[in-house]
Every structure is written in structure tokens, then in C-alpha cells.
């Protein structure tokens, strides 16, 4: 973040005549990366600020085209969604999301929609909205098949049973667990396993199959 602060300041000395040009898109750069290191580092005030900045930037470019600046500021939006998760903003997080989305499907972009689609999904779990995050997470699922991408699968998979199993669809979410598991272990991912295993312990603990989640747990 400091590294890219101090590339931030010299970048800001330039006339916002070069910065609306060629130069521009390097700024851009610039200001998603310090953004992205404010959100990890939980400083939300300073990320939105520096992401609506990277916004308004990105929409008075005069060297780039019209496609790639729309494309820019839906990667921009789906941030700025993030941002207003983190700080439990439902509306606003949904609204900006859904900004993105639609510049996705406006230019066909169908991976990038997958990524979105999980966000609105873990949105909607966090709210409790079981149906809609459901619906969510499939269309997720769905672009992740249609690219073969196997490894995003899991997750989406292991949030699926998350959801079946805070409605108590004990069956349902051990299989959606499984096919997380079966992912992870695919890839050797030694770590995504525990977090599976120790799910369909609570699901074998909601059924009462005391023995079987002690071994989900020791696993």
C-alpha cells in the first residue's frame, strides 16, 4: 500500500489532460491496486473513496475506447460492491452489483458474470434470503461449468450446502459438501478439505449420526 501511495503521488503531479489520455489507464491501474490493498487491510472509508476516484477517471478517459472503459468500471462496480459487504450496506452493495452484472451481459462477458453472481449470492446469505442466494449460486455454478473451471466450483458447491443446510435440508446439503470435497481433493487442497469435512460433521451432527461426524470432526 505505501509502494503504491508513493506511485500515486508522483502520478497526481501529472496535468489531468495527460491523465485523461494514454497515461490514464496506468493510473487506473494504480488506484485498483491501492484500493484492493485498502479492502484487504479492512480501511473501507479509504477504499470506496479511492474506487469511486478510479471510477471517475475511468469514465472521462478520452484515449480508450467506449467498450473497454464500460468493461473497466463493471470491474470497478463489482469493488465498490465489496466494499459496501464489508460495512453490511445490503442495498448498496446489491445496487453496485448489479451495475456490474449488467455491463457483463450487456458485452457478453460470461466468466466475469460468474464472479458477480457469487458476490449477490453470499449477499443474499447474509441476509438470510435462502431462495435468492440459491438462485444465485447456481448461475454461478452454471458459467463455472460451461468454462470447465473446476476449481471455483467448490467453493460455490460449498456454499450451496451452507445454504441447504441453515434450512435444514440435511441430504441436500451433504451432497452439495461432497462434490465441494470431491473438488478439493482433486486439487489437493489440503485445507479447503477440513473446511468441508468439518461442515458435513455439522450436517451428520444435525441428523444425529453422532458417530459419523465424530469422523467428519477427526478428519
Not at 449477499?123 to 461449468?145: D, M, P, S, T, V
Amino acid at each position: 500500500l505505501a509502494l503504491g501511495e508513493a506511485v500515486l503521488a508522483r502520478l497526481q503531479g501529472y496535468p489531468a489532460e495527460v491523465l485523461a489520455g494514454e497515461l490514464g489507464a496506468e493510473f487506473l491501474t494504480v488506484l485498483d491496486d491501492i484500493a484492493r490493498r485498502q479492502l484487504l487491510l479492512k480501511q473501507l472509508t479509504a477504499a470506496e473513496k479511492t474506487y469511486q476516484e478510479a471510477l471517475a477517471i475511468a469514465l472521462k478517459n478520452k484515449a480508450l475506447s467506449p467498450e473497454l472503459i464500460k468493461k473497466m468500471s463493471a470491474s470497478i462496480y463489482h469493488q465498490l460492491g465489496r466494499v459496501a459487504q464489508e460495512q453490511r450496506q445490503w442495498t448498496q452493495a446489491e445496487g453496485y452489483y448489479q451495475q456490474a452484472l449488467q455491463i457483463y451481459i450487456e458485452y457478453n462477458d460470461r466468466y466475469e458474470q460468474a464472479d458477480t453472481y457469487h458476490q449477490l449470492g453470499m449477499l443474499a446469505e447474509e441476509q438470510r434470503q435462502w431462495a435468492q442466494a440459491e438462485k444465485y449460486y447456481q448461475q454461478a455454478l452454471g458459467i463455472f461449468i460451461e468454462y470447465n473451471d473446476r476449481y471455483p466450483q467448490a467453493t460455490v458447491y460449498h456454499q450451496l450446502g451452507v445454504v441447504a443446510q441453515e434450512q435444514r435440508q440435511w441430504a441436500q446439503a451433504e451432497k452439495y459438501y461432497q462434490q465441494a470435497l470431491g473438488i478439493t481433493i482433486e486439487f489437493n487442497d489440503r485445507y479447503g478439505q477440513s473446511t468441508t469435512l468439518h461442515t458435513l460433521g455439522s450436517v451428520a451432527l444435525g441428523k444425529g449420526e453422532l458417530e459419523q461426524a465424530k469422523q467428519y470432526y477427526h478428519q
